[in-house]
């Protein structure tokens, strides 16, 4: 496998940290103390964004995006990783769900959101059905040319308020020879809808101005013509999705580990005690060799994932494995870049404690390591099933 | 005018510590972030401009080295310009024996202004540009921090020791760039995208037969010393006495 970047990596590269360096790192200490992004500083970064054509560059250039390859996209991901989310994600990435658009969905979702004139959140999660999916209860009930939904979903996060949820919901009960199975729908349903509600959700400590969303509804009626893909096919269609979503975790965590281990070593060769830099005691040294090495691991399975992907080969459990070590020795390089840096490290001065907070949410979201465990488990053990 | 030529010198990113190489042969560059010479990178922003207020219909960028200066030239592709020149070589090439170069581009290219960075951050040299505009024979604006084309002639603001002179030049001429002259543009995505299908012309330096000026040879690099660290004094008598102690009053 050849990990060499080409030129035009390079230069796209080159280019979004100059971008990040000018238009959202210096806003990020601000951000998160406010727990929210200023609206015109989220319009700004957009409107550059979109100026750039970094804007939706995961899409395909048929629909107006940017036809970047997965493992093009893992290094644009990798890159935006490294910044504070309520500020990188104006940096829009649409869903690739949206792709599933059809009729009159493109002009009112799809294109939209390529332009950047509306923004979608993605609502799976309920209160009651986290790493349980098929615990959920939210429910859409056919009525002539209509479904009516009712339910409560939480923790759905967007950088700005949504225009637009991808909703998923129960639309029918199947028995299989393993029993009832929910039949689960996705619905595009816009904010204002009738019986419709959005509202701000509790600060996260980690990404604050990264803001997450409790959507209810409440005999909220929409047309069939709001079903994207196919009644019932709700979960393959947001499975053939999740995976990817996993690996851009990954390639996140990276990027954030390699922001921690710039300052930690960058602190550890300038900080003297006893009469040294820091860095020449074994006790913080070899914390930098661990998370050098981590790293490297981490990006290498990410960059597998993403070459597995383009070639349309990636499993499920290559996107999991990427996502649970990543996303760990993310957890473990935080905790010892804020040990490097001693008391400082806790300081709202700097910004390793923030980065320390912001690192804890990767071992939870698109499925906790756990879950990516089971995955994991799963393939190796599902040969010996009968 | 018809075709602006501009220079793209391959240097050490200038947010990189330079380090020598062990067997101090020379500096680091394996693994070493390399970008476009910044004064070059104003050169090419300037000519950009030009050509978007329709005074130059073509930007052509040269850049002299390893086939990997590709990469600088295909930034600058990216940026803007029109087509690229590698004149490939694998020596290491002096002020003059880059002018001769640039001399014979001008020659095949018929261009009508030169824009060249005043001097390149890895050698410091700030020669090129005086001795091509003395071997082509044609007017030199050096130290640009602004350039008004009218015709036939050009206003150079020139940043010099005592502030700002301007003077006017008649055309074809050479002008080097200053730092304020502009803010180089960022790449666009698409715009790399585009990059790759401008042509990218190889030459090999023989191809050119200038007479090679290599007249010094670089016969070990070292590190400049370490800086003492500094102590802090209470006032000036502290100072002179601090002074006097090392023996330097
Ligand atoms: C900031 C933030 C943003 C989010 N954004 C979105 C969004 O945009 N859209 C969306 O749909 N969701 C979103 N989520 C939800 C997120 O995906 C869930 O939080 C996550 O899937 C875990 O669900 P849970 O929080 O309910 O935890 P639970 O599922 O209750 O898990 C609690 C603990 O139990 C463990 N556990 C559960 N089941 C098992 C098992 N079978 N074996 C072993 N351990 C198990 C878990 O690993 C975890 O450690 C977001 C969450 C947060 C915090």
């Known amino acids: 496998m050849n990990y060499q970047l080409t030129d035009e990596q390079t230069m796209l590269l080159d280019s979004l940290r100059a971008f990040l360096d000018e238009q959202v790192y210096p806003y990020e200490a601000e951000a998160d103390r406010a727990g929210e992004v200023p609206e015109e500083l989220g319009n700004q970064i957009k409107a550059k964004a979109i100026e750039m054509g970094f804007y939706a560059a995961n899409l395909p250039e048929s629909v107006g995006g940017g036809g970047l390859d997965y493992t093009t996209m893992g290094l644009v991901e990798r890159e935006l990783g490294k910044a504070s989310y309520g500020l990188a994600g104006h940096i829009a990435r649409p869903t690739e769900l949206l792709l599933a658009c059809e009729g009159n969905q493109i002009n009112n979702y799809l294109t939209p959101c390529v332009t950047g004139e509306k923004h979608e959140a993605f609502a799976l999660t309920e209160p009651g059905a986290g790493s349980d999916i098929m615990s959920m209860t939210t429910k859409a009930v056919k009525d002539g040319d209509d479904y009516i939904i009712d339910g409560y979903k939480h923790f759905i996060s967007t950088p700005c308020l949504p225009d637009f949820a991808i909703v998923f919901a129960i639309t029918g009960i199947d028995e299989t020879s393993r029993g009832p199975r929910k039949r689960i729908t996705a619905f595009l349903v816009d904010r204002g809808e009738k019986g419709f509600d959005i509202s701000l959700g509790p600060l996260c400590v980690s990404q604050r101005a990264y803001r997450t969303y409790q959507l209810s509804f409440d005999n909220c009626r929409v047309s069939k013509d709001q079903i994207l893909g196919e009644e019932g096919n709700g979960l393959d269609l947001a499975n053939k999705w999740l995976s990817m979503g996993r690996v851009w975790v990954g390639a996140q965590s990276c990027g954030k580990m390699e922001r921690l281990l710039k300052m930690a070593t960058e602190w550890a060769a300038t900080r003297e005690q006893f009469g040294k830099p820091i860095g020449h005691f074994q006790g913080t040294s070899f914390k930098l060799a ?3 090495t981590e790293l ?3 990006d290498l399975l990410v960059m597998h994932a993403c070459k597995k992907a383009d070639q349309g080969s990636m499993t499920p459990d290559d996107a999991a494995m990427a996502k649970l070590f990543a996303s760990e020795a993310l957890g473990r390089a935080a905790d010892d870049t804020v040990q490097i840096f001693g008391g400082m490290g806790l300081m709202e001065e700097l910004p390793v404690e923030r980065l320390w907070r912001d690192a804890r949410i990767e071992r939870i979201w698109d499925g906790t390591s756990e879950i990516q465990r089971h995955i994991i488990a799963r393939s190796l053990l599902r040969p010996f099933e009968t | 005018m018809e075709r602006v030529l501009v220079g793209l010198k391959r240097v050490v990113d200038y947010n990189v510590r330079v380090r020598i190489r062990s067997d101090g042969s020379g500096v680091e560059t394996d693994g070493v ?5 910044p004064f070059d990178e104003i050169a090419l922003e300037e000519a950009l401009r030009m050509k978007e207020r329709g005074e130059a219909n073509e930007v052509v960028v040269v850049s002299i080295g390893g086939s990997e200066c590709q990469q600088q030239l295909r930034t600058g592709l990216a940026m803007g310009a029109d087509r690229a020149i590698l004149v490939e070589t694998a020596e290491s090439v002096n002020p003059l024996t880059g002018a001769r170069i640039f001399l014979e581009l001008i020659k095949r290219e018929a261009a009508e202004l030169v824009l060249l960075g005043k001097q390149a951050i890895d050698d410091d040299n700030n ?11 044609r007017p030199q604006a050096t130290f640009a921090s602004r350039i008004e084309l009218n015709g036939s002639t050009a206003k150079v603001t020139r940043e010099v020791d005592v502030g700002l002179e301007t003077i006017e030049v008649d055309l074809p001429a050479v002008i080097t760039t200053d730092l304020r002259l502009n803010e180089p543009r960022y790449v666009k995505l ?3 995208m585009k990059a790759k299908k401008k042509p990218l012309d190889q030459i090999p330096v023989a191809d050119l037969a200038v007479e090679s000026a290599a007249s010094i040879t670089a016969v070990t690099f070292e590190p ?26």
């Open chain 2, 33 to 37: 972030k390399m970008s476009i010479n």
């Open chain 2, 127 to 137: 020669q090129t540009g005086q001795m091509l505009a003395a071997l082509w024979g």
């Open chain 2, 190 to 192: 698409p715009d790399i």
């Open chain 2, 224 to 249: 400049p010393e370490q800086r003492q660290k500094g102590i802090i004094v209470k006032d000036v008598a502290e100072l002179v006495a601090a002074l006097k102690d090392k023996g330097l009053v």
């Open chain 1, 296 to 298: 490297q691991a981490s």
């Open chain 1, 290 to 292: 661990n998370m050098a």
